[in-house]
C-alpha cells in the first residue's frame, strides 16, 4: 500500500501565492509519475499539473504560466508552488501518484485525502 499525505492549503487572497506539498511512502518501486487534481464545487474533477519521474510537465492551461509543479525525487514528494492565485482556483486540491508497487512490481495509482485552497478576499 501507498500512502500519499498532503500539507498546505488554506485561505489566500485573490493574487496570493501558497504552495502544497505531498509526500508518497510505503510499498513503492519507483513513481512513474505524481500530480494534482482539483474539483470545485459543481464541478468535475480536472488535472492541474503533472510530472513524471523524467521530469516532464503537463499543466492545464488555466493555469499555465502561474503554477509550477516540481519534484523531489529522494523523498518522493510533489510541490505544486501556486502564483497569481484566483477565486476561480478555489477547490479541494488532491494529489496524485502512478507508481510500480514494490511487492508485485505492479502498476497501481493512489489519491490523497485532498486539500481545500479557498482564494478570497
Known amino acids: 500500500q501507498v500512502q500519499l499525505v498532503e500539507s498546505g492549503g488554506g485561505l489566500v487572497q485573490p493574487g496570493g501565492s501558497m504552495r502544497l506539498s505531498c509526500a508518497a511512502s510505503?510499498?513503492?518501486?519507483?513513481?512513474?509519475?505524481m500530480g494534482w487534481y482539483r474539483q470545485a464545487p459543481g464541478k468535475q474533477r480536472e488535472l492541474v499539473a503533472v510530472i513524471t519521474s523524467s521530469g516532464r510537465t503537463n499543466y492545464a492551461d488555466s493555469v499555465k504560466g502561474r503554477f509550477t509543479i516540481s519534484r523531489d525525487n529522494g523523498k518522493n514528494t510533489v510541490f505544486l508552488q501556486m502564483n497569481s492565485l484566483k477565486p476561480e482556483d478555489t477547490a479541494v486540491y488532491s494529489c496524485?501518484?502512478?507508481?510500480?508497487?514494490?511487492?508485485?512490481?505492479?502498476?497501481?495509482?493512489?489519491w490523497g485525502q485532498g486539500t481545500q485552497v479557498t482564494v478570497s478576499s
Open positions: 510505503g510499498t513503492i518501486f519507483t513513481i512513474i509519475a
Open positions: 496524485n501518484a502512478d507508481v510500480l508497487d514494490s511487492v508485485d512490481v505492479t502498476r497501481k495509482n493512489y
